[in-house]
């Protein structure tokens, strides 16, 4: 097959390669971009371990051919937040020991995000964050701390507490 030119933009930043027609987004984002932190597992969005944002949206990147996401905005683990400035998910997961192994946290956070995000000014129940996680697998966990960290997430949210000063104002 021939390869096609793609522009997709990852993280705010555009990238331009040479992507076989049948090359899904996750194949080009861990084999040709080398972003790492999308996961690859079931290969049939079972797992949703690679879980990005496209549009805000929340996809299986397994089944996305990298064709179908030009011209929209593609958000991985690596641009939702940096070390010196996590993202409240991010910081609610490690204050909440919601990482274990780590290997379905990317997924798992970004899944979060875009549910945080579709529901804007609501605090989920722990029920209602379940079956928003759902089909995000993890193998280490009865998923009690990640429901913690995303309801810990979405409370600070509403509060517009960091959540270090949640932290300071329990203490």
Sequence with gaps: MSRKLLELTINGEKHQLLAEPHWTLLQVLRGQIGMMGTKENCLEAECGVCT?????????????LAGQAEGHEITTIEG????????????????????????????????????????????????????????????????????????????????????TESKETAA
Excluded: W
Excluded at 52 to 64: I, M, P, R, T, Y
């Design 52 to 64: 990005v944002l496209l549009d805000g949206h929340a996809v299986n990147s397994c089944l996305l």
């Design 80 to 163: 939702l937040g940096q070390p010196e400035n996590l993202d409240p998910l991010q910081a609610a997961f490690i204050a909440c020991g919601a990482v274990q192994c780590g290997y379905c946290i990317p997924g798992m956070i970004l899944t979060a995000k875009s549910y945080l995000d579709e529901n804007p000014g609501y605090v989920p129940s722990r029920q209602e964050i379940r079956e928003a996680i759902a089909g995000t697998l993890c193998r280490c966990t009865g998923y009690s701390k990640i429901v913690d960290a995303i309801s810990q997430a979405a409370q600070d949210r509403l509060t517009g507490n960091t959540l």
